[in-house]
């Protein structure tokens, strides 16, 4: 069965970090792209950013884009998000999520429960 | 990037109705696009993928189409599980971006 577990969440003040983690389970991580998407309290969904299988390949949604990492250990099965200087609209819930392919194109079809983070000072 | 316009943003609808959202590219997305249900307090289902591809244990009183730049997800008989936020999705370019939500509700 697959699994995505994310950890990490929590409150931080404005302008400081956090790094959340994704453990995955019951697939090969090493196979498959990965990528992390956000809800705010009330609100859509929105892509954050997503990575290659071997973490040689990464993209990031324009509002993350120089104060968000997303990185992987393929060893570890686990999926990373170094998210600096926070702003209080970073306040989101933070899915993380399997892609897989079809026809070369890839989507998620799994997705974690969520962790919270909440950024207020 | 490539924007997603998906309407309506809610919709009233009884059990057994027929309901269509529909959303809209800035451009064309090639039927790279997936829609998703998520219920309160959940993490999103993806329901279809390849604008029309159902997923594996998804009923089938689902079904998408589409070409281009605009894409149609129909229930073609609404059930009590049901009601609940669905979004669409483009994968076509490495950028990828959702629709708005369209929420469900009880009329």
């Known amino acids: 069965e697959v699994q995505l577990v994310e950890s990490g969440g929590g409150l931080v003040q404005p302008g400081g970090s956090l790094r959340l983690s994704c453990a995955a389970s019951g697939f090969t991580f090493s196979n498959y792209w990965m990528q992390w998407v956000r809800q705010a309290p009330g609100k859509g969904l929105v892509w954050v950013s997503r990575?290659?299988?071997?973490?040689?390949?990464?993209s990031y949604a324009d509002s993350v884009k120089g104060r968000f990492t997303i990185s992987r250990d393929n060893a570890k099965n686990t999926l990373y998000l170094q998210m600096n200087s926070l702003r209080a609209e970073d306040t989101a819930v933070y899915y993380c999520?399997?892609?897989?392919?079809?026809?070369?194109?890839?989507?998620?079809?799994?997705w974690g429960q969520g962790t919270l983070v909440t950024v207020s000072s | 990037d490539i924007q997603m316009t998906q309407s309506p943003s809610s919709l009233s609808a009884a059990v057994g109705d027929r309901v269509t959202i529909t959303c809209r590219a800035s451009?064309?997305?090639?039927?790279?696009l997936a829609w998703y249900q998520q219920k309160s307090g959940k993490a999103p289902k993806l329901l279809l993928y390849?604008?029309?591809r159902l997923e594996s244990g998804v009923p089938s009183r689902f079904s998408g189409s589409g070409s281009g730049t605009d894409y149609t997800l129909t229930i073609s008989s609404l059930q009590p599980e049901d009601f609940a936020t669905y979004y669409c999705q483009q994968y076509y370019s490495l950028t990828i971006t959702f629709g708005g939500g369209t929420k469900v509700e009880i009329k």
């Open positions: 990575i290659k299988t071997d973490g040689s390949s990464t």
């Open positions: 999520t399997r892609e897989t392919s079809y026809s070369g194109s890839y989507f998620s079809d799994y």
């Open positions: 390849a604008a029309s």
């Open positions: 451009q064309g997305i090639s039927n790279s």
